[in-house]
Every structure is written in C-alpha cells, then in structure tokens.
C-alpha cells in the first residue's frame, strides 16, 4: 500500500516556503478558512482522504477560535504520518479531530466518519489510476452531507486528467466553486460544492489502491 515512496519524508518539501508543495497547501488552506466562514453551524464534520500529517486541515484549525466547531477525522496508512498529525492535533488542543490509521481506499475507513461536510482529496487523485479516480469520484455522494464542500488537488503534467475529473464532478452532482492551477502542470487546486442527494456509504468496497 502507498506503493515504494517513503511518504513521511514527501512532507519535508512543506517546510521551504518556496516549494510546490507549499503553494499548494497555502491555495487549499484558503479554500478551508474561506469554507469555514461561510458556515455557520455549531457543528461540522470533515473527512480527509490520505491525510498525511493533516497540515492542511490541522494547521487552519490551530489558528482558528471556532476549531472547537470541527469534528474530523483524518484517514491515513503510513502509521508515522499518522503519529505525526496525532501529534500536530494534540499540540493544538484539537480535541475533535480524529486520525485513523486506515486504507482510504476500502470504504469501510469511512464508516461513522461520514457524511461529512468537507471532503478533503489532496494530494490522493494523482496517486491512483484514473479508474480508481473516477471511482473515487463517483463515491462522493457516499461520503458528503448535503451542501458539503470537496477540496481537492491534482497535477496537471501530461497526461491532464483534471479536464475528466471536472466532467466526472459534475455527473455526481458537484458544482465547481473554483479551480486554480497557479502552479503551472505542478498543481492544480478545485472546490466544489455538492449539490445532488446523498448516498448511503456502502457497507464495503474499494474504491482504489494507492500507487
Ligand atoms: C501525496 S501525500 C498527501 C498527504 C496530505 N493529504 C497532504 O496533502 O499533505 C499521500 C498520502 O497518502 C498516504 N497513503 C498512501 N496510501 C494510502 C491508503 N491506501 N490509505 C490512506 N492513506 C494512504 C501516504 O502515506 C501519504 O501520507
């Protein structure tokens, strides 16, 4: 699972500023802070497919008064990254984040962790095939609430699939709120907006398998 690549040491690249990487987490970070604005409920739910060390979702929270509002549950395999974001969340006081040491791919990881109100795909739909991507995508009414928010990225280098996972969007009734590629082929970044009728989770199946 998660295939040859060490994926504790991909995360050093966040720490100079100047990388790709670090970009990008600044164009999703936006697209969180601005999600938790215009949502005003005293509760919310978030889900964060592959997350890593939680960066993203963990470092918005961390600064913000009203993190408290926020249940998530991270799912990630790689047990350092998820020491890591344990960690990250413990430092933070982050009471209601939850990181699950799970295949994201086998949507048993999802259970009691959705539906949720934002849907976090970074850095996971290049990483998988694009059957397993538009599978993925497909599932989306499983795992969001309605009005639910899904943040995702992609690179955009040739072959472009970001054009298909658009189309794909759509068909499962998600709206596009914005998508930005400032970084090139690097990356791309989208949020959308689901506005078709959920789904109940599938009490089993795989959706992909990590590169
Ligand atoms: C490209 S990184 C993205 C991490 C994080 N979402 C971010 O953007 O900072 C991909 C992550 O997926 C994790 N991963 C790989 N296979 C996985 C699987 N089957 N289920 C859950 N996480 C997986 C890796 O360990 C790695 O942390």
Request: proline share 6%.
């Amino acid at each position: 699972m998660g295939g040859d690549r060490d994926w504790h040491d991909w995360h050093r690249d966040y720490a100079d500023p100047g990388s790709a990487l670090a970009q990008r987490l600044r164009v999703v970070q936006e697209h969180i802070g601005a999600w938790l604005d215009e949502r005003p409920e005293p509760r919310l739910t978030v889900v964060s497919m592959c997350a890593g060390q939680g960066h993203d979702l963990l470092e918005v929270l961390a600064a913000r008064p009203d993190a408290a509002r926020v249940r998530a549950t991270l799912i990630e395999f790689d047990g350092r990254n998820v020491a890591a974001a344990r960690a990250r969340a413990a430092a933070a006081g982050l009471e209601g984040v939850t990181v699950r040491e799970a295949d994201a791919g086998d949507l048993a990881a999802y259970r009691e962790a959705v539906p949720a109100d934002l849907v976090l795909m970074a850095g996971v739909l290049g990483n998988i095939d694009d059957a397993g991507v538009r599978r993925t995508v497909a599932t989306l009414p499983s795992l969001c609430a309605p009005g639910a928010t899904v943040i995702w990225t992609r690179t955009r280098r040739a072959p472009d699939l970001t054009p298909a996972i658009r189309e794909w969007l759509a068909e499962a009734g998600l709206a596009e709120l914005a998508f930005t590629a400032p970084g090139g082929v690097l990356f791309a970044v989208g949020a959308h907006r689901f506005t078709g009728t959920p789904e109940p989770l599938p009490a089993e199946g795989r959706i992909f398998r990590f590169r």
